[in-house]
């Protein structure tokens, strides 16, 4: 598989500010600017690296961030020059402060490498950021080799773990994986876009997998792989991601959360733009039972303009995630959060409707608003909404009278019509294929061209730094929005 870094509601009863977004004020990306870390460029070339695809970089990168990097004083540049590189031994970029890493080559892992879980691991970061100059930066994890050979090289291609304040703009890069993809592990005012991620159709691929202790924007990201596109994992707070493409994938999720173990703290988490090509789901939320009573929540958050062709689950709540319900005595509470303007079609809606909620029978689901769901089925011609242990408004979720306390609910509607302001959806072009990229051939790092690649990325972020296009940076107030954009190169199958 392959990634690529290139270049209010309110609940429905109580009346609230607008929920689900960054924090107000703190930007988001790296403090110091490119410009200021390029006076020290640590070269791995001069560190021994050879651009001949064997000679391992591992050894080099290590070298040039302990023996340059970490001695520069006020901000540094490790740079990957354009070429073929072979990778065989893990790397951890340890506690550096005010730096970048350029990736502007082609890093291949070995199949036989020792990698220790991750191919590149940067920790402790603080005021770091990782992008492409030449929009070829890659990491190609060779992962269908493993699959064909069996070998046990499971190496991550990227994980990036900031325990420091102000972090990360990754951009412009290409990456290639063999299990998992990205990481990024308790973040803090991260900026993460342009990345593409390529990885086989099965499980346990999952594009992007994501802690944010505060203030996340992941935008302008285009995922294929048959796992999650994008993960929001426990602890996860202040968190926009959109325009997002998903391919053939998992789809959009949160998740899993533990009832009976470490319990969950997600909120204010803002999801909208979202372009699911035949996913497993638009979004899932997945949680296990267990515990004793609520532990741990799920809340004030908001899911808008998701658009789906031919995607199997649409929204899909499931607080018996795979089927498990013993021990039944808790489960996380998931409350307050808003769904809207989701449009596009399900596989099947007689079996998996737009809306499909499995909420728990202990702790039901409280203050969920569905709103504007303009859907329909590909197959047959009805789709069932079921929402079990659902309390809020819109569609099956059942009024919660007084102050009464809510009780387990059981309710499925069956449409026998288009839901209201349906549009047929046409395949999206960026979504050609109906297999995904198999598991056992070699998947392209540079092509297609990544969708997104003319998109010049948000406005505020290119007026903080006009000389970076599509740097990221800038702040939002918490009820203002961004305006968003449709990148180019989308073949536009949205209603507008
Ligand atoms: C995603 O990240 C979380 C937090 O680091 C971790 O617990 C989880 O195992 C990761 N998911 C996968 C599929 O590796
Ligand atoms: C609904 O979402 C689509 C994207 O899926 C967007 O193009 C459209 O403008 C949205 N409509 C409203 C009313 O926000
Ligand atoms: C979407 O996935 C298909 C494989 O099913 C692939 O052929 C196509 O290139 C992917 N689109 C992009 C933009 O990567």
Request: aromatic share 8%.
């Amino acid at each position: 598989m392959r990634f690529s870094l290139a270049t209010t509601t309110a609940g429905v009863l109580l009346v609230r500010g607008v929920i689900g977004q960054l924090v107000s004020g703190v930007p988001v990306g790296p403090k110091t600017p490119l410009s200021q870390k390029s006076g020290t460029i640590c070269d791995v070339l001069k560190y021994g690296g050879v651009a001949d695809g064997k000679t391992d970089i591992g050894v080099a990168i290590t070298n040039a961030f302990t023996k340059c990097v970490l001695q520069a004083n006020g901000g540094a540049t490790l740079l990957v020059p354009e070429g073929e590189y072979l990778i065989t031994t893990g790397v951890v970029l340890n506690a550096g402060t005010k730096w970048a890493f350029q990736l502007d080559g082609l890093i291949t892992l070995s199949e036989d490498g020792r990698f220790n879980g991750n191919a590149i691991v940067v920790k402790r970061a603080t005021d770091f950021e990782m992008f492409s100059s030449n929009g070829k930066g890659a990491i190609q994890g060779q992962g269908y080799k493993k699959r064909i050979s069996g070998s046990t090289q499971d190496a991550r291609l990227l994980r990036v773990c900031s325990t420091n304040p102000r972090t990360i703009l990754t951009k412009d890069t290409q990456i290639d994986s063999p299990t998992f993809h990205l990481f990024h592990n308790d973040a803090t005012n991260l900026e993460n876009y342009h990345i593409t991620v390529r990885g086989g159709n099965k499980g346990g691929l999952d594009g992007i997998n994501l802690t944010c202790l505060s203030n996340c924007y992941i935008h302008h990201i285009e995922v294929t792989n048959r796992d999650e596109c994008i993960s929001v994992k426990t602890p996860s707070r202040n968190v926009l991601i959109e325009e997002i493409y998903c391919n053939q994938s998992g789809g959009m999720s949160i998740g899993s959360l533990d009832a009976g173990g470490t319990g969950s703290d997600i909120e204010y988490i803002h999801m909208r733009n979202i372009y699911v090509h035949q996913c497993t789901q638009m979004l899932m939320i997945k949680t296990w039972p267990g515990g004793s009573g609520a532990v741990g929540h799920v809340r004030n958050s908001l899911f808008e303009n998701f658009h789906a062709y031919d995607t199997t689950y649409a929204l899909d709540i499931d607080q018996y995630w795979y089927g498990r319900k013993d021990p039944n005595t808790g489960a996380i509470a998931i409350s307050d959060l808003h769904f809207r303007n989701w449009t596009g079609t399900v596989n099947n809606g007689a079996s998996r409707g737009p809306i499909v909620i499995r909420g728990s029978d202990i702790v039901p689901l409280t203050d969920i608003k569905l709103e504007d769901f303009s859907m329909w089925t590909e197959n047959g011609n009805v789709a069932v909404l079921q929402c079990n242990n659902v309390y809020g408004t819109g569609y099956c979720a059942q009024e919660l009278k007084g102050d009464a306390e809510p009780s387990p609910v059981a309710a499925t509607s069956t449409l026998r019509e288009p839901m209201e302001g349906f549009v047929k959806p046409t395949r999206p072009s960026w979504g050609v294929g109906p297999t995904g990229y198999g598991l056992t051939v070699p998947i392209p790092v540079y092509t297609p061209a990544p969708m997104w690649g003319t998109n010049p990325g948000p406005s505020r972020a290119r007026k903080r730094d006009p000389q970076a296009e599509g740097r990221g940076g800038g702040q939002r107030g918490p009820t203002e929005t961004p305006p968003s954009r449709k990148p180019r190169g989308y073949g536009g199958h949205r209603r507008s």
